[in-house]
Structure formats: structure tokens, C-alpha cells
């Protein structure tokens, strides 16, 4: 999946939304993403005890990847866009990737190295990204495993596991080793996580090499 690609496909749900809220603050707007991003690690945190959350979980991860998106429309369409709100934008991103791929890192539905090495991938692959704009290469949203990636598989993965759960298979055996849906999704996050991360690295040095031979 590489969706971070295909943004500007998105409009179509952002840009009415962004027009009614056009005169709202663009920074509430994604403390209103944060929250709910905060509120969704919670409930798949809890959602080992209560199955019910999963649900509830997934939702609150979509909503707040919406939210996430909706701020720079506003900002943008109310002639508000700026440094400051850009930066608040990329530290609640990473606040938003903690609290939710967080959450599941340290429920029951985890082995926490694994959770450990989904948070690090994560991170390294939105830093790999933020530095390259920060050291005057192109800001980077390419390799395989993007934010609006990381939230649409954080919305499907839930909802997996309560299916799966409903019919009695909560996890599945792989050589021996049982792992849930859950825990998939978060080996996908930690091995593709890093290789993302490496291939944005690749990038970045092809980039500043051919402009330093100019």
C-alpha cells in the first residue's frame, strides 16, 4: 500500500467539510486529532478484556485521520497555512503515531518487542521523510509504508480481529507460534516500517548527490 501518494484523490471528502469549518482554527482542529488519536490507542489498548472496542478503536483511528488531513485544507482554504502550523502538524503526527500504534504495542494482543520494533519503524519512517525537507532535499512521502498507510491498516486490523474473534479464530498458528490479527498488522509495521525507512534514506543521498554534482 502507498496511499500518502494518492492525497490529492482525498479532496473529494476534505474540501466540503473544510469549507463549513473554514472558520475554525486549523490548530483546534488537529488537537482535535490528537485526542482522538490518544482515545483510540486507549480502546484497543482495553480491547483484550472488552472485544467491543475494537470497533470503537478502528473508528476513533479513522476519525482522527481525518481530522489529521482536515486541518491543512482549512488552513489552507482560510489563508492561514504557515510554518508554525506545519510544525504543530508533524509533532502531533508523531504524538498521534505513539498514542496509537502505542497502544496496541503494549495490550495483551502483542508481543512488546514486536510492539517495540513497529513503533521504531514507524518513527524512523516519518523522520527519514521530515529530515530530508529539513536538510533542503524534497520533503518525501515515498516508499512503502506511508502515514495514510499506517492509518487505514489501523482501521482494518480492529475491525479483522473482531471478525476473526466472532468466528473463533482470534489468532493464527505460524510455525508453531500463535499471533493475532493484531500482531500482524504490527509485523508489518516494524519490517516494512524499516524498510521504508532505509528506502527514504537511498532516496535522499541519490538526491543530494545529484544536486551537489550541479
Request: proline residues 3%; contains cysteine; charged residues 15%.
Amino acid at each position: 500500500m502507498v496511499l500518502d501518494g494518492q492525497r490529492k484523490k482525498a479532496d473529494f471528502f476534505l474540501i466540503p467539510a473544510a469549507e463549513r469549518m473554514i472558520r475554525i482554527n486549523p490548530n483546534i482542529i488537529s488537537w482535535i486529532g490528537l485526542i482522538l488519536a490518544f482515545v483510540s490507542g486507549l480502546l484497543l489498548y482495553l480491547s483484550f478484556e472488552y472485544r467491543y472496542l475494537l470497533i470503537a478503536g478502528a473508528a476513533a483511528v479513522l476519525l482522527s485521520g481525518y481530522f489529521d488531513a482536515l486541518d491543512g485544507k482549512v488552513a489552507k482554504l482560510a489563508g492561514k497555512a504557515s510554518s508554525k502550523g506545519d510544525y504543530i502538524d508533524h509533532v502531533f503526527d508523531r504524538y498521534a503515531d505513539v498514542f496509537m500504534i502505542g497502544g496496541v504495542a503494549v495490550s495483551a494482543w502483542c508481543n512488546p518487542y514486536i510492539g517495540l520494533l513497529a513503533l521504531v519503524g514507524v518513527l524512523l519512517t516519518s523522520y527519514m521523510g521530515t529530515q530530508a525537507q529539513a536538510i533542503g532535499a524534497p520533503r518525501l512521502y515515498a516508499g512503502l509504508l506511508g502515514r495514510a498507510d499506517r492509518v487505514v491498516l489501523s482501521t482494518v486490523f480492529p475491525i479483522v480481529q473482531f471478525i476473526m474473534l466472532s468466528f473463533g479464530h482470534p489468532s493464527l498458528d505460524v510455525a508453531g507460534y500463535s499471533v493475532s490479527w493484531l500482531e500482524i498488522m504490527m509485523i508489518w509495521f516494524a519490517a516494512v516500517g524499516n524498510i521504508t525507512a532505509v528506502q527514504r534514506g537511498i532516496i535522499t543521498w541519490k538526491n543530494l548527490s545529484g544536486s551537489s554534482d550541479k
